[in-house]
């Protein structure tokens, strides 16, 4: 069946450093949704992707769509505490959503 | 603003209890899913439901059941607890599209279930 895989599964940053993580799909993909959750908290929606090739940002965060629509990753600039949580990337599946595994962010001050 | 809530943060249960975890969502949303989660596994779909009376098997749905009776209602069931179903469980909603298009999910806080 459809799979979305996403790596690393964890990584650590010092504040101030960049992070990235890549998310796969084993099919073409009509379109991509990130997620955050925080720690103790729950998955809430940062962004779709829905054009080959695309590329959004919000302030620090740039997200990419790749251009086979089967991949996409989202770039962190100059990390902050209070970017620790764990981002999800999704698939859709009729109406329902296929998650990677999540890549859990951790920052030291 | 799309709200969705869980009946508890957190319940302690019984192995063998019928366990009845809630979720309610005031966006008029079609669309409804129960996720467990646990460490290193994602998000794993259990059940979903499009409308009311109608679910489907998610990935996971062996020890569990679900229930629809209202459109803003999706409960879990628990038909017997057991320990390796001690999880943190998530409820969503979204809208239903009949295009190829999938809409946003709302997550409820969530419900961290110990079965002991």
């Known amino acids: 069946g459809q799979q979305v895989m996403q790596i690393p599964q964890y990584q650590h940053v010092q504040e101030g450093e960049d992070f990235t993580t890549y998310c796969n799909s084993s099919?073409?993909?009509?379109?991509i949704q990130w997620y955050k959750q925080r720690p103790g908290g729950h998955p809430v929606f940062l962004i779709q992707?829905?054009?080959?090739?695309e590329v959004k940002k919000q302030k620090r965060l740039t997200f990419q769509f790749g251009e086979a629509k089967k991949n996409s990753s989202l770039h962190i600039t100059a990390t902050q505490t209070t970017d620790v949580g764990t981002y999800f990337c999704?698939?859709?599946?009729?109406?329902?959503?296929?998650f990677g595994a999540g890549t859990r962010l951790a920052v030291h001050p | 603003d799309v709200k969705v809530t869980q009946s508890s943060r957190y319940l302690v249960k019984r192995t063998g209890e019928k366990v009845f975890l809630e979720c309610v969502q005031d966006m008029d949303h079609e669309n409804m899913f129960w996720y467990r989660q646990d460490p290193g596994l994602g998000l794993r779909l259990i059940y979903f439901?499009?409308?009311?009376?109608?679910?489907e098997k998610g990935d996971i749905p062996e020890g569990y059941s679900v229930s629809r009776e209202k459109k803003e209602r999706f409960s879990l069931i628990l038909e017997s607890a057991s320990t390796n179903q001690t999880s943190m469980y998530l409820c969503?909603?979204?809208?239903?599209?009949?295009?190829?298009?999938?809409?946003?999910?709302?997550f409820g806080p969530g419900t961290r279930l110990t079965v002991l």
């Open positions: 999704a698939g859709p599946n009729g109406n329902k959503l296929i």
């Open positions: 099919t073409t993909l009509s379109n």
């Open positions: 439901s499009y409308d009311v009376k109608m679910k």
């Open positions: 992707l829905v054009k080959s090739g």
């Open positions: 969503a909603s979204s809208r239903y599209r009949t295009s190829g298009s999938t809409d946003t999910q709302y």
